[in-house]
């Protein structure tokens, strides 16, 4: 049996993507290892394949990198791996130096465009040595793949080379009718709710403002990160804590239930870098498996699936006030919410992973 070393930077508890990844690794035939790291929670993930998770001295920045691809690196040269892939930028050093060094082939997911993105703005030397990084080891890869389609002709032109396209999608599932008493919001509220990151960028400060025009309305925030302090102090400011929820990281395998809660999802992306204009984010795939209707920014990737399908709306006017009008205008259109959710449950049986893992298998079943 071949044995696979698959490795990312986070903590696993909340990333799906690397989970379904690996259990389909495993489906094939691979007998998988899944490196990451232990942050607060070390708690024990019970999961079928094996993992190794480093507690890391530093949390972020630098030292967290340096720190997290030594010991990656150490232990890929360790163990009798026959095939390596890097889910990440932040991981691909230590998979990529170890797999050159044990003449092994190596994958790379890239599962954004991390030099390109919020993170890297006024950061010039970071950018640099990411960048070269990347130039180094990418074109060294046996497959690159990542997950939207202009992503993919983004780092298939800058380093010509082939992309791969594996959509970050959530196993099809039918939609539960859950009994009013499982609903956690009552009162007549509707439920607004943002997944993913809470950096940067994210529209987050504009969707908490907007929220005062909304009496009629909670807003769940679901996620964390290096914007989370800023944030709950505007909510203290304009008064707004008991609308205005931050769930912090919530695991994959209770997240959909809380998806389904909402009235609508929100992504609000500002249209600052790369990585946001390009990217396809997996909320909006939850959003779609809940069967809700979305609002989202205008950005390529979301728009055309939002657009064609039919499932919600774009962001026009960023400005508080208008958010609002808009959201209000959905959430009142009772016949165009119909059809939204409708159209998502019926998108949700084409964006789903039994259909993304057929290419994740293409990619890896020349190692077997």
């Not at 994958?107 to 993105?117: N, R």
């Not at 990151?197 to 769940?220: S, Y």
């Not at 998502?344 to 259909?355: G, L, P, Q, R, V």
Request: proline share 4%.
């Amino acid at each position: 049996m071949k044995k696979i070393l698959l490795a990312v930077t986070n903590d696993l508890i909340t990333d799906y993507r690397v989970h379904r990844t690996a259990t389909t690794l495993l489906a094939m035939g691979f007998d998988v290892t899944l490196v990451g790291s232990i942050f607060r929670d070390k708690s024990e993930l019970k999961r079928p394949y094996h993992i190794h998770r480093l507690e890391m001295f530093f949390r972020n920045g630098r030292l967290f990198y340096f720190e997290f691809n030594t010991r990656l690196f150490l232990f890929a040269i360790k163990g009798r791996f026959d095939v390596f892939a890097a889910d990440g930028l932040g991981a691909l050093p230590g998979i990529g130096f170890s797999a050159l060094c044990k003449r092994k082939p190596f994958v790379y997911d890239s599962s954004d465009l991390a030099t390109e993105s919020a993170e890297m703005i006024g950061k010039p030397f970071g950018r640099w040595f990411w960048q070269s990084i990347e130039r180094f080891l990418i074109r060294k890869a046996r497959r690159v793949y990542t997950i939207s389609e202009s992503i993919a002709t983004f780092l298939g032109s800058k380093y010509k080379i082939t992309v791969d396209l594996v959509r970050n999608t959530p196993e099809f599932q039918s939609i539960k009718n859950y009994p009013p008493e499982y609903r956690l919001v009552h009162e007549g509220l509707k439920v607004l709710i943002y997944q993913g990151a809470v950096n940067r960028g994210r529209g987050l400060e504009m969707i908490i403002n907007a929220m005062k025009f909304l009496p009629e309305a909670m807003l769940f925030i679901v996620g964390e990160g290096e914007e989370e302090k800023e944030l709950e102090k505007l909510v203290l400011k304009t008064s707004l804590y008991n609308r205005v929820i931050f769930y912090g990281r919530v695991p994959f395998e209770e997240l959909k239930f809380l998806t389904m809660q909402a009235d609508l999802g929100l992504s609000a992306e500002e249209d600052i870098c790369l990585n946001y204009r390009y990217s396809l984010p997996n909320k909006l795939f939850d959003y779609i498996h809940a069967g809700i209707p979305v609002l989202v920014s205008g950005m390529p990737e979301m728009e055309k699936i939002v657009l064609e399908r039919q499932i919600g709306k774009i962001i026009s006017d960023r400005t508080p006030e208008k958010l609002a009008a808009k959201i209000r205008a959905m959430l009142s259109d009772e016949e165009s919410v119909k059809l939204w959710r409708s159209n998502a449950i019926t998108t949700s049986k084409e964006f789903n992973w039994c259909n993304e893992k057929k290419r994740v298998i293409e990619i890896y079943k020349e190692f077997l």
